[in-house]
């Protein structure tokens, strides 16, 4: 990793078959401790990875094919995610096959491999920690992949409920409604038009798209009638 950090191209890590000795110069076989001044050359050694750190509870993951920060008893390596995740995942997230071979939406980086944490969205796609941080920071709450909801939001739908409740829309479009789609739940349904929302009937969420023009309701009350003789 290190090496590719200052490279243009990247090593295999996995065909490294000799190692140097920085103190005594000796070449050897990849191993933990020198064989000739018995320098420790990491804490921590994989003879799969050949990866030399300090000591990080890592461990080695024989599915996702390369080392981990553990500790190892903290997480679990879903089949169908193929990915290590924490424990408190376990059957508690939506499996989305093969999930973090695919590259970070944000930053478009990988997230396999990567040394920054993933982010598990209740959608089941992954961002990198640092992006979905930095999503909720700028106020965007939406998976940039699917639309989803990238947290739970039921304090801010109140909020938007109390905002609607104090701001009736003007008299011409008191009465119209509009054809939706949540991005939530996926339901479609037709709802009062409002310019700061539309809410979802089946979910109670405002993470809705429109889906066509406006629907005015003609009133009986609204129809001019001709004066009597």
């Known amino acids: 990793m290190c090496h590719d950090a200052e490279e243009n191209h990247q090593m295999d890590r996995f065909k490294v078959r000799e190692v140097q000795c920085s103190a005594c110069l000796t070449v050897q076989q990849t191993q933990q401790t020198c064989q000739q001044c018995h320098l420790l050359f990491g804490e921590y050694y994989c ?85 979905f941080d930095d999503m909720i920071r700028t106020g965007a709450y939406r998976c940039p992949l699917c639309m989803h909801s990238a947290c739970d939001m039921q304090n801010h739908w109140k909020e938007i409920d109390k905002e609607i409740a104090q701001s009736p829309m003007p008299t011409e479009y008191q009465g119209a409604m509009v054809k939706i789609m949540c991005n939530d739940c996926q339901a479609h349904c037709t709802v009062p038009f409002h310019v700061l929302g539309m809410k979802c009937t089946s979910c109670g969420s405002y993470n809705t798209a429109q889906d066509g023009g406006l629907i005015h309701q003609t009133a009986k009350t609204s129809r001019q009638q001709l004066p009597k003789c």
């Open 47 to 131: 003879d799969i990875c050949h990866l030399f750190d300090k000591d990080k509870k890592q461990y080695h993951c024989q599915p996702c094919g390369i080392c981990r920060i553990g500790p190892r008893e903290k997480y679990f390596h879903c089949e169908k995610c193929n990915l290590c995740l924490a424990q408190d995942l376990q059957g508690n997230h939506k499996c989305v096959e093969n999930v973090s071979r695919q590259n970070c939406p944000v930053c478009m980086e990988d997230i396999h491999t990567s040394r920054i944490g993933a982010h598990v969205l209740p959608c089941g796609h992954l961002l990198h920690k640092t992006c």
